[in-house]
């Protein structure tokens, strides 16, 4: 079976700051441009889902001494390990976070 390649989100660069409404905005903008990638492969056995997270970091000095805020993303699948699989990217500054993984399934 053919494996799809690793999807290459584009994020926001690294200056700019969080905004609530720029960020439901650019989430959007950053799902719809990797679903496109993964289209233009053109696997037609693939079902992709494509899912972006964003975030404003709040320091957490006090406590850990770092600046993550306490934020944690995790996924399981149920799949054919032979086919199916996922790629995430992580990017962001000391003001947000922004993680995007594109899923790719198999259908038999």
């Not at 289209?39 to 964003?54: A, H, I």
Request: glycine share 6%.
């Amino acid at each position: 079976h053919h494996h799809p390649p690793t999807p290459t989100p584009d994020p926001t660069g690294p200056a700019w700051n969080y905004s609530s409404d720029e960020a439901s905005l650019l989430s959007k903008k950053i799902s719809d441009e990797v679903k496109n990638r993964l289209r233009d492969l053109n696997l037609p056995r693939y079902k992709f889902m494509v899912q972006v997270v964003m975030g404003q970091k709040e320091t957490d000095k006090e406590v850990t001494g770092d600046k993550h805020g306490g934020t944690h993303l995790g996924c399981r699948c149920f799949w054919d390990a032979d086919t199916d699989q996922y790629s995430s990217v992580t990017t962001g500054n000391d003001n947000y976070f922004c993680c995007c993984t594109a899923y790719s399934v198999y259908q038999y």
